[in-house]
């Protein structure tokens, strides 16, 4: 019942732009936070941004702070990420996931997406 859907995810060149979407259904949107977080081969799974599903509070992980911008349009119960100024470093499979709280913490969340590549070429 409960679904989240990331898009958006390719292969750009270094300095590039991605947005990513995050469509999601069954559960209360505007209870909720949705978080973005990326897992690049061999390494954790980090925060990158998270926003409220309530008050449109964000936060954001120091790595792309002034680079990546987090969005929500509640009518639509979706989360968006552009990304700017891509680093070959972003490279990491992205994914995003509702929970509670607005927090940066991964076991923290509840329910997640099937996550979406992102590379960045050098």
């Known amino acids: 019942e409960v679904q989240l859907v990331e898009s958006g995810g390719g292969l750009v060149q270094a300095g590039g732009s991605l947005r990513l979407s995050c469509a999601t259904s069954g559960f209360p949107f505007e209870n909720h936070a949705i978080g973005w977080f990326r897992q690049a081969s061999g390494k954790e799974r980090e925060g990158v941004s998270c926003i409220s599903g309530y008050d449109g509070t964000t936060d954001y992980a120091d790595s792309v702070k002034g680079r990546f911008t987090i969005s929500s349009d509640n009518a639509k119960n979706t989360v968006y990420l552009q990304m700017h100024s891509l680093k070959p470093e972003d490279t990491a499979v992205y994914y995003c996931?509702?929970?509670?709280?607005?927090?940066?913490?991964?076991?923290?969340?509840?329910?997640w997406g099937q996550g979406t590549q992102v590379t960045v070429s050098s």
């Open positions: 996931a509702a929970g509670p709280f607005l927090l940066l913490v991964p076991h923290e969340y509840d329910y």
